[in-house]
């Protein structure tokens, strides 16, 4: 009887139980399988044709929060430029990088991906000088800080279905974008376990983010001419030993294409040292299941020695160079301006607010409905918020 080809052997459907087997035979034991998972604060069925992690994933592109994120400042205002990063563009690029970490490392990419798109969906217009002003003008009313803000938005804020508030996320991606609370609560009847890290999924996410603001800080800082490619040539180890590479390799390029190889091997080399150093870990560890990572005295996803201190060179430059610079601070310092302007409007006229803020003050308190509110807008929006307030039309 003859071989049957692979393209007439008979298909079936890969289903939820499927792709859970079919995890469970290639991740690593140390991985979060989807199957394990924690389950989410208001019980769902579970979804048919995707594992709970890709349905998470969806919920998060699916939000409003997402889809605002194309218009907030990553590091140049919103608007400044069309090359330019923004805050969407930065989350999309942490995101590709979180898979490429945790793909050779047998990780679950589903929850690294998800992790990675809602890291940023609570931060506030204008970056980090945003956040900065919105935590100062919250004193004595709890603060604000963004990955607080991201729980926030996915467990509460998002109003998209009709039986619970947020987006019902699974617990181990809440346990990812609460990273600066390694004592994130467990659910209830949950064994009781050491919980000192998140999984090494989250790890991964986290470290993602600062690789992709790394290069993309040094792309638009090149592009916009605030950077110059002779001192990065002759002050930042990081980037002398990339171009090194990247001459050896393709010899003499032209300016663009010098730029762009040049950053492409900066994100290469960090991920390689990234996930040579994780493996490295988990070995000396010992860690032999998702838990056990958990039980971890310290994280075990992180740079080499070298490599942090090479990382710690570059961050002092950009902030030196980039950040600190007056093209970038001046923009950003004039719209924080008006951020605090129509926050403490909003304070002292809450008749103002939209009626979905207004009733949020009931259940919250007034400088959290504020807060949020202000928090959830994009640059542009509040732009326009101050203007309808105030009858200004103020250049930023």
């Given at each position: 009887?003859?071989?049957?080809?692979?393209?007439?052997?008979?298909?079936?459907?890969?289903?939820?139980?499927?792709?859970?087997?079919?995890?469970?035979?290639?991740?690593?034991?140390?991985?979060?399988?989807?199957?394990?998972?924690?389950?989410?604060?208001?019980?769902?069925?579970?979804?048919?044709l995707r594992t709970h992690f890709q349905r998470d994933?969806?919920?998060?592109?699916?939000?409003?929060?997402?889809?605002?994120?194309?218009?907030?400042?990553?590091?140049?205002?919103?608007?400044?430029?069309?090359?330019?990063?923004?805050?969407?563009?930065?989350?999309?690029?942490?995101?590709?990088?979180?898979?490429?970490?945790?793909?050779?490392?047998?990780?679950?990419?589903?929850?690294?991906?998800?992790?990675?798109?809602?890291?940023?969906?609570?931060?506030?217009?204008?970056?980090?000088?945003?956040?900065?002003?919105?935590?100062?003008?919250?004193?004595?009313?709890?603060?604000?800080?963004?990955?607080?803000?991201?729980?926030?938005?996915?467990?509460?804020?998002?109003?998209?279905?009709?039986?619970?508030?947020?987006?019902?996320?699974?617990?181990?991606?809440?346990?990812?974008?609460?990273?600066?609370?390694?004592?994130?609560?467990?659910?209830?009847?949950?064994?009781?376990?050491?919980?000192?890290?998140?999984?090494?999924?989250?790890?991964?996410?986290?470290?993602?983010?600062?690789?992709?603001?790394?290069?993309?800080?040094?792309?638009?800082?090149?592009?916009?001419?605030?950077?110059d490619e002779k001192r990065l040539q002759s002050e930042?180890?990081?980037?002398?030993?990339?171009?090194?590479?990247?001459?050896?390799?393709?010899?003499?390029?032209?300016?663009?294409?010098?730029?762009?190889?040049?950053?492409?091997?900066?994100?290469?080399?960090?991920?390689?040292?990234?996930?040579?150093?994780?493996?490295?870990?988990?070995?000396?560890?010992?860690?032999?299941?998702?838990?056990?990572?958990?039980?971890?005295?310290?994280?075990?996803?992180?740079?080499?020695?070298?490599?942090?201190?090479a990382n710690l060179e570059l961050r002092k430059y950009?902030?030196?160079?980039?950040?600190?610079?007056?093209?970038?601070?001046?923009?950003?310092?004039?719209?924080?301006?008006?951020?605090?302007?129509?926050?403490?409007?909003?304070?002292?006229?809450?008749?103002?607010?939209?009626?979905?803020?207004?009733?949020?003050?009931?259940?919250?308190?007034?400088?959290?409905?504020?807060?949020?509110?202000?928090?959830?807008?994009?640059?542009?929006?509040?732009?326009?918020?101050?203007?309808?307030?105030?009858?200004?039309?103020?250049?930023?």
């Amino acid at each position: 009887m003859p071989a049957v080809s692979p393209s007439e052997a008979p298909r079936t459907l890969v289903d939820r139980e499927a792709l859970e087997a079919r995890e469970r035979g290639t991740l690593a034991p140390y991985a979060q399988c989807s199957a394990d998972t924690r389950g989410r604060v208001h019980p769902e069925d579970p979804p048919a044709l995707r594992t709970h992690f890709q349905r998470d994933r969806d919920r998060v592109i699916h939000s409003r929060a997402f889809r605002r994120l194309e218009y907030k400042t990553q590091v140049f205002l919103n608007g400044t430029g069309d090359h330019l990063r923004t805050r969407l563009t930065h989350t999309m690029e942490v995101a590709a990088i979180s898979r490429n970490l945790a793909r050779p490392l047998g990780l679950n990419e589903d929850l690294t991906e998800t992790i990675a798109l809602a890291h940023d969906l609570g931060h506030a217009p204008f970056g980090h000088k945003g956040e900065h002003a919105l935590d100062r003008l919250m004193k004595g009313h709890g603060g604000f800080e963004h990955n607080r803000q991201s729980l926030r938005v996915v467990e509460l804020l998002e109003r998209k279905y009709p039986r619970f508030p947020g987006l019902n996320l699974s617990w181990e991606v809440r346990e990812g974008l609460a990273k600066h609370q390694p004592e994130f609560p467990l659910p209830p009847g949950t064994p009781d376990v050491p919980h000192r890290q998140p999984s090494l999924e989250a790890q991964l996410a986290n470290l993602a983010d600062e690789i992709a603001y790394y290069s993309h800080d040094l792309d638009d800082g090149l592009d916009s001419g605030l950077l110059d490619e002779k001192r990065l040539q002759s002050e930042v180890q990081v980037w002398a030993g990339a171009a090194r590479e990247v001459r050896r390799r393709f010899g003499a390029l032209p300016a663009e294409s010098r730029r762009y190889y040049t950053i492409r091997q900066i994100i290469d080399e960090q991920v390689t040292d990234v996930v040579e150093t994780t493996l490295r870990n988990v070995n000396t560890a010992g860690v032999d299941s998702a838990d056990a990572v958990r039980a971890a005295r310290r994280p075990l996803v992180g740079y080499s020695a070298g490599r942090r201190r090479a990382n710690l060179e570059l961050r002092k430059y950009l902030y030196r160079n980039l950040y600190y610079s007056p093209a970038i601070n001046e923009p950003n310092r004039r719209a924080v301006r008006l951020l605090a302007e129509v926050f403490q409007h909003f304070i002292a006229h809450p008749e103002t607010l939209g009626r979905t803020a207004r009733n949020a003050v009931i259940s919250a308190g007034l400088h959290r409905a504020v807060c949020d509110h202000v928090a959830s807008m994009t640059d542009r929006y509040l732009l326009q918020e101050h203007q309808r307030l105030f009858g200004l039309h103020l250049p930023v």
